[in-house]
């Protein structure tokens, strides 16, 4: 069974960035798609990216590009996603949902809370 | 126009069945996706329910009651997912959720309500 262990709650600044991690256990880390999905305060699920660990490159949704950047570690397993210049708007659940290359997000983690806040 | 549209709530009584639908854009051909479907409960990541193209083409997740399957209605352009002999714990928010343009689109979500 696939572990998604997440870092925990961040509270930051307007402007500012905010890295959080995910680390993987259970699966072969190299063939496990991981991706980034935020949900805000009563709202719905937003995908923000994902890497997949065979081509080392991030892939992003359009309205996230050039403010996010999703890395992983091989080496540990972890994949972590950075966003920056934060906003208000960005308070939300942040989820790390990963699935086997080509299949669809099968695990979550419990998801890491980031508050804007000034 | 949303990639992805579902009802934003349903009510069913309990022992009934729910169809929940989930809309492709005018465009997307529904027959050539999988569908995804997901149930969040409050203060809950999203589980994976099942994904379904196909009836030879479909996965149900692990431990997920046989009272949940996937379908699809062409006519409506529609991934559906259908609930029978509803319960309380079925009670939560489900969404779906489709690769398309090289990323994951997920529909706003229906807040199914068991009463």
Not at chain 1, 81 to 89: A, G, Q, R, S, Y
């Amino acid at each position: 069974q696939v572990h998604l262990v997440q870092s925990g709650t961040e509270m930051k600044k307007p402007g500012s960035s905010v890295k959080v991690s995910c680390k993987t256990s259970g699966t072969t880390f190299s063939s496990y798609a991981l991706n980034w999905v935020r949900q805000a305060p009563g709202q719905g699920l937003e995908w923000i990216g994902g890497i997949n660990p065979i081509f080392g490159e991030g892939n992003y949704a359009q309205k996230f590009q050039g403010r996010v950047t999703i890395t992983a570690d091989e080496a540990t397993s972890t994949a972590y996603m950075e966003l920056k210049t934060l906003t208000f708007d960005d308070t939300a659940v942040y989820y790390c949902a990963g699935g086997v290359v080509g299949a669809g997000l099968d695990s979550w983690g419990l998801g890491t809370l980031v508050t804007v806040s000034s | 126009q949303a990639v992805l549209t579902q009802p934003s709530s349903l009510s069913a009584s309990p022992g009934a069945a729910a169809r929940l639908t989930c809309t492709l854009r005018s465009g997307i051909n529904v027959g050539t996706y999988r569908i995804y479907w997901y149930q969040q409960k409050p203060g809950s990541p999203p589980q994976f329910l099942l994904r379904y193209k196909s009836d030879s083409d479909k996965q149900e997740a692990s431990g997920v009651p046989s009272r949940f399957s996937g379908s699809k209605d062409a006519s409506a352009n529609a991934g559906i997912l259908l609930i029978s002999g509803l319960q309380s714990e079925d009670e939560a928010d489900y969404y779906c959720m489709i690769w398309h343009s090289s990323g994951w689109v997920f529909g706003g979500g229906t807040k199914l309500t068991v009463l």
